[in-house]
C-alpha cells in the first residue's frame, strides 16, 4: 500500500492515475485549486476502495504553501512515499509572444513551481531514504518549436531538473521519474483537433503507474513518442529553422 500526494488532483492524467491507485487500496492525499472538482475526485475514490482520501486546496504556484502541503499530506497518511506532480496549464503561445508578464507567469506555473515542490518533496523523501517523486513534463520539453516554445521551455527546465534530482537522490533510496506525455485527450486539450497519435488519460495513466512501480527514469507515453522525439531531437538547426512544427 503507497501512500500518495497528487499535486494538480483535478488533472485528467492525475485523476486516472488516483483511480488506478484507489483500486488498489492505496491512500491518496489530493491537492488542486477547485475545491468541489477535489471533493467530487475524493467521493469517487472512495467508492472505488481506496484506503483513505484527503484533500487540500492548493496553489502551487504559491510558494510558501508548498512546505505546508506536504506536511498536511504526510500527517493525514501518517507517512508520505509517492509524489505525483501533475499540475499545469496549456500555453496560449501567440498571447506569450506579445505579453510578456504573461509567459512568465506560464513558465512559473509550469516550470518554476514544479522545481519548487520536487524540492521540497526530494528533501523529506531523502530524509526517511525511501520513496518516489514522479513528475508529468512533456514531450514539448525536448525540443523548442515554434508553436509552444514558452509551454515547452517550462518543461525543459523541469526535465534538466529532475534529471539532476534523479541523479543525486538516487544515492539516498528515492527514485525521480519523468513522465513525457505527448497528446493527450483531455479537457485542456478539448479545442485541438485529435488524429491517430492522441492518447487518452487511462492509457498515459497506467504507463505512470507502472513506472512508478518499477522504478523507470524516464518515460514517453505513449511510448512512440521516444522514437518520434529522437528523430524531431536530430533534425538540423538550419533545417529545423526551415519547416513547422
Not at 506560464?106 to 515542490?117: K, Q
Not at 531514504?129 to 508553436?147: L, N, P, T
Request: aromatic share 6%.
Amino acid at each position: 500500500m503507497r501512500k500518495i500526494l497528487i499535486v494538480g488532483a483535478t488533472s485528467a492524467m492525475a485523476e486516472a492515475c488516483a483511480r488506478l491507485w484507489a483500486q488498489r487500496g492505496d491512500q491518496i492525499f489530493l491537492a488542486a485549486r477547485n475545491s468541489q472538482q477535489l471533493q467530487s475526485i475524493a467521493d469517487d475514490l472512495k467508492t472505488r476502495g481506496a484506503q483513505r482520501v484527503g484533500t487540500k486546496v492548493f496553489d502551487a504556484t504559491d510558494f510558501a504553501q508548498h512546505a505546508a502541503l506536504l506536511a498536511d499530506a504526510t500527517r493525514f497518511m501518517e507517512g508520505l512515499d509517492t509524489v505525483l506532480i501533475a499540475h499545469g496549464t496549456l500555453s496560449d503561445q501567440e498571447r506569450a509572444q506579445t505579453d510578456v508578464n504573461y509567459a512568465l507567469g506560464e513558465i512559473r506555473t509550469n516550470g518554476t513551481s514544479v522545481v519548487a515542490l520536487m524540492s521540497i518533496a526530494g528533501e523529506q523523501l531523502a530524509a526517511q531514504g525511501r520513496g518516489a517523486i514522479a513528475v508529468i513534463s512533456s514531450v514539448a520539453g525536448d525540443r523548442g518549436r515554434q508553436s509552444n516554445y514558452v509551454y515547452g521551455s517550462a518543461k525543459a527546465l523541469v526535465s534538466a531538473f529532475a534529471s539532476g534530482l534523479r541523479q543525486r537522490l538516487s544515492k539516498k533510496g528515492v527514485h525521480v521519474i519523468t513522465i513525457k506525455p505527448g497528446f493527450v485527450d483531455t479537457p485542456m486539450t478539448a479545442h485541438l483537433k485529435k488524429g491517430a497519435l492522441w492518447a487518452k488519460p487511462d492509457q498515459v495513466a497506467r504507463d505512470i503507474s507502472q513506472a512508478i512501480d518499477k522504478g523507470r527514469a524516464v518515460v514517453y507515453t505513449p511510448g512512440f513518442w521516444r522514437f518520434i522525439m529522437l528523430i524531431i531531437k536530430h533534425i538540423p538547426e538550419f533545417v529545423f529553422v526551415k519547416i513547422s512544427l
